[in-house]
């Protein structure tokens, strides 16, 4: 079943203003943590940022910040002042506690930074 | 060098073929993963090695052949592939596998294209 939903095929966003990925995802382990990557057409998968399920605050890291609604089982990805080398494929992640190895990767949302 | 490195970037190669991709971290973390990433699909985790032990098998192929001789080399080695093996072969690391505190650190990825 899939665990991580992405809902968003593409995005586009103009260059300098804010934009959200949406990423849901299903979990039924109390302890589990959320990660946002970035994927450039060069291909490498980029560690963005990180939200632990205990975590009381949101994660925030530079222009990146996550909006983590523990009920809704959500964790949207904020890019604020976009940049046209914000373009690419941006994909949420989930990893579960215990001695579990599958991190759970979404479809992915290709973003578009409109000059 | 830094953060993981993968050898070669692009690879052809014809069904009958034997070829083996590299990957190396320089992070000094403990587990390494292979993934599989083809168009239109979201990430599929291959393999697992956690200390030099592999850890996960995720239904892959024997046609796929793993090797890990230390932390800081994996390898996979390929041998009668099939057309629909044509994917991005993306090599990650963390510190431990297991967990939901270990973000995944990538490598740039094998684009392998089988005739």
């Known amino acids: 079943a899939q665990k991580i939903t992405q809902t968003q095929p593409g995005m586009f966003v103009q260059e300098k203003e804010a934009v959200t990925l949406d990423c849901t995802y299903d979990?039924?382990?109390?302890?589990?943590?959320l990660f946002w990557y970035k994927q450039p057409s060069s291909g490498e998968m980029i560690f963005l940022i990180y939200?632990?399920?205990?975590?009381?605050q949101n994660a925030t890291e530079g222009r990146y910040s996550l909006n983590f609604q523990k009920a809704r089982k959500s964790a949207n990805l904020v890019i604020s002042a976009s940049q046209l080398g914000d373009s690419a494929m941006y994909f949420c992640?989930?990893?579960?506690?215990?001695?579990?190895?599958?991190?759970?990767f979404g479809a992915g949302t290709r973003l578009t930074v409109k000059p | 060098e830094t953060g993981v490195t993968q050898t070669p970037r692009h690879l052809v190669m014809g069904m009958t073929n034997k070829k083996s991709l590299k990957c190396e971290q320089h992070l000094g973390h403990n587990a390494m993963y292979w993934y599989k990433q083809s168009a239109k699909k979201p990430l599929e985790l291959m393999f697992v090695?956690?200390?030099?032990?592999?850890?996960e098998n995720n239904s892959v192929p024997s046609r796929f052949s793993p090797e890990c001789p230390n932390s800081s080399h994996l390898f996979l080695h390929l041998h009668t592939l099939q057309p629909e093996d044509s994917a991005l072969y993306l090599c990650a690391s963390s510190h431990l596998a297991g967990g939901p505190y270990n973000e995944q650190f990538f490598g740039p990825g094998t684009r392998l294209t089988v005739l």
């Open positions: 939200q632990g399920s205990y975590d009381q």
């Open positions: 979990t039924s382990d109390p302890s589990y943590g």
């Open positions: 090695y956690n200390f030099k032990e592999q850890t």
């Open positions: 992640a989930m990893r579960e506690g215990g001695n579990n190895n599958d991190m759970r």
